[in-house]
């Protein structure tokens, strides 16, 4: 039976020069390849075709494009996938195993984690997409602002990122609701403040009880912070208290 769950994961890494070749044409067909920083591949650890495709790939791409880091994204299967159907555990284990000695940092996602267990399967799913995808619409847009009075006195780029992410890595992500409009009479300055301060300190707190893999916060090597939002509701102090907070956690 492990020779047959082997065969079923390496269903996926049978891939042929013309293969290959459609793939590379694709990628050099986009307008803004040359203004890429990184690539991003996602996959089902426990699936046939994606778990063992996806090594092979993140190998082809970093042969051809040497100069730029490639992540790879997978997802777990959930507990019901383990013990049902062996393979899965078979499947993403060997998974693992190859990105990692390729992959420039892998994120691990997990979907039992994830899921809820309000709702139905395909309301599920979903969510579980959408939790997956959201963390990485401000990441993968650091750095990319051009106008002055949006650009604040600290900012994330590509490279704080390149130097950042490596080897296993989770994701997690928080968001609080701010005011669309800010009045200039109710509140001091200082009450203002303080509460923006409480504001990055709960989306913080959203963001570590969401991670996408249940982690020990102390074990993690490096950590990278991104906070996002309006400029009237922004300071430096929200981000030297969530620097604080987190250091304090890892220590």
Known sequence: ?????????????????????????????????????????AASGGGGTGSGAVSVMTKMIKERFSNK???????????????????????????LKSINAS????????NQ???????????NFSRINSE??????????AGEE???????????????????LTSWTCMGFGRVDVPVFNFPFGKSGFNTKNSQIAKGIQAMEQALASLSLEIN????????FLVSGPAGEMNMDIVKEIG????KIGA
């Open 217 to 224: 916060p102390e074990d993690a090597a490096r950590v990278l």
């Open 69 to 95: 880091p490639v992540y790879d994204l997978i997802v777990l299967p959930f507990e019901h996938e383990e013990e049902t159907e062996e393979r899965s555990t078979f499947n993403t284990a060997a998974c």
């Open 244 to 247: 604080a907070h987190l250091r």
């Open 132 to 141: 997956i995808v959201d963390p990485f619409y401000d990441l993968l847009c």
């Open 146 to 164: 051009t106008k002055r009075k949006y650009i604040g006195s600290k900012t994330l780029d590509a490279g704080d990122i390149k130097q950042t």
């Open 1 to 41: 039976m492990a020779t047959e769950w082997g065969k079923i994961n390496e269903l996926g890494a049978l891939v042929t020069k013309e293969e290959s070749d459609k793939i590379f044409d694709a990628i050099a067909g986009t307008k803004r390849l040359y203004e890429t920083d990184a690539f991003l591949l």
């Open 103 to 110: 992959a420039d940092a892998l994120f691990i996602y997990d």
């Open 113 to 123: 984690r994830l899921g809820r267990k309000d709702g139905g399967l395909n309301n």
